[in-house]
């Protein structure tokens, strides 16, 4: 009979209990964090950070909490923040490749006026773009396009199927339609039988790397 040593059993049983876990929901925590952000509390656009809670690295202050109210690129970005902290995505960052992060992250930068949350996690080296966009998960990041040209910053929480195509995206972010804080579902421009007006060409997936141990 083969003996395995006490060291190598443990690791088995731990990837055992871990595995299932982590492979199934791999992006878990970070829709804890989504969720740990009450529904509502008022939609404002623009003016202030948009974010329902203050952003620090290290000593450095990134945003305030706004005032009242939040919206899309505020709330995205609050959850990227404290899931890259909680994952040690930020270690040796710079306060300034930070604060440059947040701005590509709202677009707030010429070249990252299209692909913003893809492009910023890129920039800072914490994440990818997922192509193609059908490969997002739950808990991704993802920057959508309407075809009336308007745009918004969510949470992917699940892609709506009808058979083995998507048709439209579940998420989670700050609208006017859940006066705040809340899921939201939009279908796709090309989705037969669906009043949507999501581009699906023009939807960029984000997703941060995995802990960094």
């Given at each position: 009979?083969?003996?395995?040593a006490?060291?190598?059993l443990?690791g ?24 740990s ?12 950070s ?19 109210g ?14 890259a ?5 930020l ?7 930070v ?17 913003q ?9 914490i ?5 193609p966009m059908?490969?997002?998960?739950p ?7 309407r075809?009336?040209k ?18 439209g995206i ?7 339609s ?7 579902t939009?279908?796709f ?15 960029y997936?984000?997703r ?6």
């Amino acid at each position: 009979m083969t003996r395995i040593a006490p060291t190598v059993l443990f690791g088995l049983v731990c990837l055992l209990v871990a595995s299932p876990a982590q492979a199934k929901e791999p992006n878990a925590d970070i829709l804890k964090v989504a969720r740990s952000i009450r529904d509502g509390g008022g939609y404002v656009w623009g003016g202030e950070s948009g974010s329902p809670r203050e952003i620090r690295h290290g000593d450095d202050l990134i945003v305030n909490a706004q005032a009242k109210g939040s919206y899309c690129s505020g709330f995205t970005f609050c959850v990227a923040m404290e899931a890259a902290r909680e994952r040690g995505l930020l270690r040796g960052k710079s306060a300034e490749a930070v604060r440059k992060f947040q701005k590509q992250w709202y677009g707030s930068s010429e070249e990252a006026a299209e692909r913003q949350c893809a492009l910023a996690v890129e920039t800072l080296g914490i994440g990818q773009e997922i192509k193609p966009m059908e490969a997002g998960r739950p808990g991704d990041f993802v920057q959508i396009w309407r075809t009336n040209k308007s745009g918004h910053s969510v949470l992917l929480v699940d892609w709506i199927r009808q058979g083995d195509d998507i048709v439209g995206i579940r998420y989670r972010s700050s609208q006017k339609s859940t006066d705040g804080v809340g899921d939201r579902t939009e279908y796709f421009s090309d989705a037969a039988g669906h009043d949507g007006k999501v581009d699906r060409a023009r939807t960029y997936v984000a997703r941060l790397n995995p802990r960094d141990n």
